[in-house]
């Protein structure tokens, strides 16, 4: 089984550029998550998509941030303008659902960001 | 913040020692997962335990929870230098019709061979 694919791996940007990362998660997983982790801290949730629909954006910068899941496959994030606080490790997740359950999540390795 | 909240923030011990790493968490939680995270990379679950159990095993893992303290630990039995890590514990709750996951900061874990 392919786990979830994340491109690029790597993206240095300066100030006020956009920027969009990929993922593409694991067939057949209807549930895809954005996390955005900043050096030593936790994974933070920025966006949950049930199939193609927003179930949860609270912690999204809506002002800069969007993500779109088209045809609830395969997802982007993108970020315009890009401020200095944005640098950080975007992750994207997925998971499926069992009985009603969110199992646990398999992660992609990442998008680490560098904002100068 | 319903975050779990990890403790101690680093751990750094010999092979073959035991290692525990604590969360606490803030609200009721459906089930409560631990991840590990090698340097670079991205988080792997590791077990996942329910709210209405209170141990579960998986080969050198031991978690345990406690839903009248909100908190639930992770042991690593004999550890080897390649369980060096980060290490999260991440609590699922219901929201209106979705979960909703909050992880905590994460122990960082040295196994010094």
């Known amino acids: 089984e392919a786990g979830v694919a994340q491109s690029p791996r790597y993206k240095i940007i300066e100030k006020r550029q956009s920027v969009a990362f990929w993922c593409n998660p694991i067939s057949g997983h209807a549930t895809l998550y954005w996390y955005q982790q900043i050096l030593g801290q936790g994974p933070k949730l920025l966006i949950q998509?049930?199939?193609?629909?927003?179930?949860?954006d609270s912690q999204l910068p809506k002002d800069r941030f969007s993500a779109e899941r088209l045809k609830g496959v395969d997802s982007t994030l993108k970020i315009q303008p890009a401020k200095l606080e944005d640098s950080a490790v975007y992750l994207c997740?997925?998971?499926?659902?069992?009985?009603?359950?969110?199992?646990?999540?398999?992660f992609g390795p990442g998008t680490r960001l560098t904002v100068l | 913040s319903q975050q779990g909240e990890e403790d101690p923030q680093a751990l750094s011990i010999q092979e073959g020692e035991n290692a525990t790493m604590n969360c606490s968490y803030k609200t009721s939680i459906n089930n409560l997962q631990w991840y590990r995270q090698n340097s670079g990379r991205g988080l792997v679950h590791l077990i996942l335990?329910?709210?209405?159990?209170r141990e579960k095993h998986s080969g050198r893992l031991r978690v345990t929870l406690d839903t009248s303290k909100k908190s639930s630990s992770l042991l690593i039995t004999a550890s080897r230098a390649a369980d060096t890590a980060s290490y999260f514990c991440a609590t699922t709750r219901s929201s209106y019709n979705f979960n909703k996951f909050y992880f905590g900061s994460g122990t960082k874990l040295n196994v010094k061979p």
């Open positions: 335990i329910r709210s209405n159990e």
């Open positions: 998509f049930q199939n193609n629909g927003v179930v949860d």
């Open positions: 997740a997925s998971s499926s659902m069992r009985g009603g359950r969110l199992n646990e999540q398999f």
